[in-house]
Structures are given as C-alpha cells and as structure tokens.
C-alpha cells in the first residue's frame, strides 16, 4: 500500500482529480462542510479510512463521568466510573447499559468484569439485547437515551464555560493523524458506541465536520456491533458518488479485536473489505503487551495478519515547537511498527 504518513508533495500524483463532497456533520455555525476528496488514476480515492473514535472520546471523562453519575445517583461515583469505562469495548451501548443495569439493579456484580458479562449474559442473549423489539433491547435503548441527552446537555455548558476542554482533545494524535490523511484527499468516516445526540455536540465542538464526511452511532447498530457500521457507512460513502477502491481500506483504532478486527467481521458480507489497521497505542510498555496478545492468541495473530496491522505508538510521535505531533514518513520508523 501508499504510505499514508508521507507529505503531499512527496506522493506522485499524476492526473490529480478533486472532488466536493458534502459532510453529514453539522460545523459550529449550523452548516455543513465541503470536503476536497482526491481520485487518482483509476478514477477512485488513493484510500478509504474508518475510525473508531470511542477511545479517543473516552478522553473526555469530565463529560461521561457527570453523565453517568447523574444516571445512576446513588452509586459510589469513583467505582461507578470505573465500571462504566471498562465495559467501553463491549461492541455498542446496548450490551454497555445491559450490563449496567443487570449490575446496578438486578444485582449482578461479578458483571463488573466485561469478560463475565460477555459470558454468562451477553453470549446466551445476544439477539434480546441486540435487536430491536426484545425488551432487553428495548430497556437498554431508553437507558441510552437518556444517557445520551444527559451528555449532550453537559457537553453544551462544558464548551460554553470551558472551550479549551475540547482544543485539547481536538490534538490528540488520532485527530492529528485524520487531519494528515485529509490534506491527502482520503475520504474519512468514523464510528462511536455513543448515541447519536451526543455525538452530534461532539462532532460540532471537537470540529470533525472539518474532517469526517459522517460519523456512525449506537442508533446505526442495532442488531450487531461495530460490524454493521462499517457496512452502513460504505453505503453513506457510495450514495455521496465515492468509489469505493477494493483493497484500500485503513481502519483506525485504539483495540486489535474490538476496532480493527471488527473488519475481518465486516468482510463476511462483503469480499471487498480489506487493507491495512492502524492500532493507536500509548506508549512503548502497551506495544510490548499487544504483541504478547497476538502471540499468545491465535484469533488476535489472525486478525494482524489478515488486514496489516501496524502499532502507531503515540508517546513516540515527535512534537513542533507548539506540541504538535509531526506525522512524516522520515520519523515513522519512530511511532510506527508492523504488528
């Protein structure tokens, strides 16, 4: 494949076409913007990109904290955030707030493990809390509604007192590494385990209609995971008139099994889904222990091997004088690592 860190002017780009294309996401003055999209020869983007954004919106824990304090009042607030957060892999909010629930009201507090949760509950019900119309859905779906109105309220007064909140998270290497792939013309969607309202607030104040032609939510879900999202967004992607280059797929996450290998699931239904991950990781220390996973299990060694998966070490990313990360293939050597 290209190598997608280098610069603009390093790329030979022979016969160069561009192309606007309308954002689903609503800018801070209520608009939506046009986004520059490069076709290179074969008349299709040199690379289609799919983020998983819920790790780096997990960072914005003044925001899920005081929403799920306010959903579940009477708990110990530091446990009770600590919980909430260690079930952010479980594929969608549906299963997240089933296992809420069934740990905060009925009881169940061996669900406070995900892994247990994922085991004793979620394997055996999965269609009930999946699918619309089963009454586990259909709770877990009113406790995300109001969820997510709660946090689109906090998100509103948070960037009314405090903008800066929301500056800060915007650098976030993720974010850095978007903006990179958008001054190459690469069509970029996103998709997030977090209702719709609140990622619409989200998306205004974090400035992603600058980035992302569109972003899937929980509501996009329903009756799968992340899986169901790549193929939603595919769709929104060719009724904008995008190509959709066969081979070219990056996907971009922060978990092996739960982002990136979400598209080894995807393919299931559609052979054309393949190319490359990038696994965000924190430091050195987490590179070392995702490769003791994949070594260790043969599903995580499969998934690296079947889309190339590199580790993008975000520590490692040297900085401008201004903090900014520099994203150039002369320092990739530094940052990133085939997995």
């Not at 003044?62 to 799920?68: C, E, L, T, Y």
């Not at 306010?70 to 952010?88: H, R, V």
């Not at 600058?210 to 929980?218: E, V, Y």
Request: aromatic share 8%.
């Amino acid at each position: 494949m290209i190598d997608h860190f280098a610069t603009v002017d390093e790329i030979p780009v022979p016969e160069r076409k561009w192309i606007l294309v309308q954002s689903e996401l609503e800018s801070l003055d209520g608009k939506k913007k046009d986004i520059n999209i490069e076709l290179i020869k074969d008349g299709q983007p040199r690379a289609v990109a799919f983020f998983d954004i819920d790790g780096t919106l997990a960072h914005l824990g003044v925001i899920h904290g005081k929403a799920i304090r306010e959903l579940f009042p009477e708990q110990d607030p530091k446990e009770l955030e600590e919980t909430y957060y260690k079930g952010f892999r479980l594929g969608n909010s549906f299963r997240e707030f089933d296992r809420m629930r069934g740990i905060y009201v009925d009881g169940h507090a061996d669900w406070k493990d995900p892994e247990v949760y994922l085991k004793d509950r979620f394997i055996p019900h999965a269609q009930e809390i999946d699918e619309a119309g089963h009454l586990a859905h259909n709770i877990a779906a009113g406790i995300l509604k109001a969820y997510g109105e709660i946090a689109a309220r906090i998100t509103e007064e948070l960037y009314k007192q405090n903008p800066e909140e929301f500056e800060k998270a915007n650098i976030a290497p993720i974010f850095k590494l978007a903006q990179m792939y958008a001054r190459l013309g690469i069509p970029m969607v996103g998709f997030t385990a977090n209702a719709k309202v609140f990622v619409d607030k989200l998306a205004k104040y974090l400035k992603l209609s600058d980035i992302f032609l569109d972003i899937a939510t929980d509501e996009t879900m329903v009756g799968g995971g992340k899986e169901i999202a790549i193929h939603h967004l595919i769709g929104k992607l060719k009724s904008k008139g995008i190509p959709i280059p066969e081979g070219r797929m990056i996907f971009v996450g922060d978990s092996l099994r739960g982002d990136i290998g979400t598209s080894v699931t995807a393919r299931g239904k559609n052979a054309g889904i393949f190319g490359q991950g990038i696994l965000v990781l924190k430091d050195k220390d987490a590179l070392i222990e995702v490769e003791k996973q994949i070594n260790a299990d043969p599903k995580l060694r499969h998934i690296a091997d079947n889309i190339d998966v590199q580790g993008f070490v975000v520590d490692d990313v040297p900085l401008d004088e201004k903090g900014n990360p520099i994203l150039l293939s002369r320092f990739r050597d530094s940052f990133l690592k085939k997995l």
